[in-house]
């Protein structure tokens, strides 16, 4: 059961929904059954449980409470799709092969669309919108705006269309898809916060190396849902 008063739990929750001439958006990426140990994924995150995900759903649920426009990502893939090691033959999952200039990894298959476990698991009615990514077979998309074929999204045309100039990205998996969808944002001219402790990353080397490169890219990096700091930034 969720606390009563949300709000409570976020510190300096009184965010006005034009900070600092915009408004803020959330994009919560890839919390889908998938990539949680809690729905037994094919490609579950160490810490992705029921109560990460329970957190993650009641923080979602406060955020829209203030105003903010919340966005979802979801991976939504073919059943031929060039990331499952299964349409390779002789290939083991976790190992990278080259496709043209591209290294590509090599993923069990996963949120193939249509599937009770690429469903995103926080309240859908939260959302605005549920962008939906790697639908190309021939193109992995860790990013929320863009695949690897360089092939975009509806993601930044949402966020425009609301007027949203700053935006709060968390959810699976920090050191892939948080990451390049951070990384993107910011290169789209959004500023961009992390949330570190509303993600989780698939091996501690790669999720530290993910933090310092975001926030090399200047993306302020929340060890938690702070939104006093979220405001001023």
Not at 21 to 47: C, E, M, R, Y
Request: one cysteine or more; glycine letters at 8%; proline letters at 4%.
């Amino acid at each position: 059961m969720h606390p009563k008063n949300t709000r409570a739990n976020l510190p300096g929750h009184k965010l006005p929904d034009r900070a600092s001439g915009g408004k803020t958006g959330v994009i919560v990426v890839d919390v889908q059954g998938d990539f949680t140990t809690w729905k037994n994924g094919s490609l579950a995150v160490g810490g992705a449980d029921e109560a990460y995900v329970k957190k993650v759903e009641a923080t979602t649920k406060a955020l829209s409470r203030e105003g903010l426009a919340i966005l979802g990502a979801q991976d939504w893939h073919p059943v031929d799709h060039v990331s499952f090691f299964t349409n390779h033959e002789g290939k083991k999952p976790f190992e990278t092969i080259q496709i043209h200039d591209r290294t590509q990894i090599l993923w069990p298959p996963h949120c193939i669309r249509g599937t009770e476990n690429a469903r995103v698991l926080v309240d859908n009615n939260l959302f605005l919108a549920i962008v939906k990514k790697g639908q190309d077979p021939r193109y992995d998309s860790y990013s929320a705006f863009q695949d690897d074929g360089g092939v975009r999204t509806e993601m930044d045309e949402v966020l425009k269309r609301n007027m949203v100039q700053k935006v709060v990205v968390y959810g699976l998996a920090t050191d892939y898809c948080v990451k390049a969808t951070a990384m993107d944002a910011a290169d789209a001219g959004y500023r961009v916060v992390v949330v570190e402790d509303l993600c989780r990353g698939v091996a501690p080397g790669t999720t530290q190396k993910a933090l310092e490169e975001m926030k090399a890219k200047g993306i302020l990096v929340l060890n938690t849902m702070d939104l006093k700091k979220i405001r001023e930034f």
